[in-house]
C-alpha cells in the first residue's frame, strides 16, 4: 500500500451533518479544539500537548474512518483495530496498517507506526503494553500508512530508524504529491479531491536519527538482539525489516505485499520510481537465509510456520527471477515489449497470485527498468507528436461508421483492446454527432464490461479492475449527460 490514504474530510460530506447535528455547533466545536491545541502547543507541557493532540486525531480519525465506503482498497480499513499478542514480548495493534511494539526490561521498540488517522486509536491500544521509555522507532518506508503515527508515538530519547534511501523516497512522494494524488483517486475513487493540508495528519516531515545500510544495523536492549535489515526492492529502495533471531520473528513491512505468497508489485499503477527486480531477489535471498518461523507484515495477520515461510519466499524469489530472466533473453532475442507482455507467464510449478502484482506489467517494468524508453519500434518515438494527434485526420478518412463496424468486428473476435483502438479513433472524429458518441460510448462500455469480466477470470489484479471499473464509470457519466 501506498499514500493513498491521507484524508481530509471535505465539509459537503462530513457525516456530522449528513446526522443533521447544525452546522454552528459544529464549528463552535472545531474552533474550541484549534484552540486548545493552539494554547497548548504555544505553552503547557510536552505530555499535556500529546494528549491534546492524540484527542483531535482520534476524533478527525473516527470522522474520516466512518465515510470510507466499505468495498474498497481490499477493505483494509474494515479492519478493527484491537491488540494481539504475538508472543509473549510481541505485540501489534491491527488496523489498515499493523503497528507493533516489542518490549524489554530496558525499554520498548516500535516496528511502523501505522496510518496517522488511526494512530491515537493504535496508540491506545498498545501503549498500556510499553515497558519503559520508547527507545526506537522503525520505519518499514516512507508510505503514509506506515509513518502516520510517528510524531504522536515519539519520545524525547526515541531514536527513528530508517533506510538510507528513506529521505529521498519521502522527498519525492512530497514533492509529487497533487500528481500521485490524482492518479490514487482513478483508483481509489473514496479518497477526497484534494490531500490534506492538516499539520497533524499531512503526509513527510519524518526525520530519522538512525539510518541504515546494506551493513545492517544491529543493538541489543534487555536481552533481546535486535537486527533491523535492509531489504529494498519490494515496495521502493527504502524497505527496511526487523528480525528477532532469538525467537525467529522477522517483521517484514510490506516486503511480500498484502497476500502470502504473491506475485511482488514491481510495477505500481499509482506511479513511483522504478522497483529493481534483482535487487528485490537478493534481499529474499537474505531473508530466506535467516529461517524465519513467524512473518509479521505491516498488512493483515501473522503468516506461521517454517516450512510454509520457506516455501513461499523460495516460490517468491524463483518467480520474479523467471519473469525476469525470461525479458532478458526476450530482448536478447530481438522481440518487442508487446510481444513479451504477451508471451511470458509463470509456469506451473511457480504459480502465484496476480492479485497485488501483475506479471505482464512486471514484463513491462523490468524492460523500461533496464532499457528505458526508447524502444527503436518508431522514429515517431523520439518525438512529442504521439499517434493519437492523427486520430481526428484519420477519423475523416474513414468516415465514423466504418470506425465503429471494424471495432465491433474485434470486439465479436475478442479482440478487444484492438476494439478500443478503432474507438478511440471514433471518439476524436470532428464533427461528432451525438448519436456517433453514444454508438461509441455504448460499444466502449460493452468492450471495458467485457474486459472487466476477463481480468476477473484471469489475473484478478485489484489495480487493473479498479482502473477499468473508473473508466466504465466515466463512460456512463458521458453516456447520460451530453
Ligand atoms: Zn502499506
Redesign the pocket.
Known sequence: ??NIFRLKRKRSQCPSYQRGISKPLVLIVIALIAAAWFYLNGSGGDSIKKKAQLKTAEVIGNIAQRNMPSDVAGGFHNIPIELRALADNVYQASG??NTHLITTSEGSVLFDSGISIQAAKQIKVLKEKQQGELTHIILS?S?A??IGGTKFWREKNTEIVTHLEYAEEQRYLSELEPYFWTRNRIVFPWLPEKPTTQEMFRYGGVEPTILVDHRDYNFEQGGVKFSVLSTPGA?GADNLSLWLADQKILFS??FFG?LWPQFPNVFTMRGEKVRKPIEYIQSLDKLIALGPEMIVP??HEAIIGKDNIKAGMIRMRDAVQYVHDQVIEGMNAGKTVYQLMDEISLPEELALTQEHGKVSWAVKSIWEYYATWFHFDSTTELYPVPIRTIYQDLAELASVERLLEKSQHHFQQQQAVKALHFLEIALAAEPLSRTQEIAALGLRLEVLEYLLERAKQTSDNNYEKDYLRSRINITKEQLESP
Open positions: 500500500m501506498n489498515i496498517a518506508h508510505h500508512d506506515h515496495e513491512g510490506d498484502p505491516s498488512h
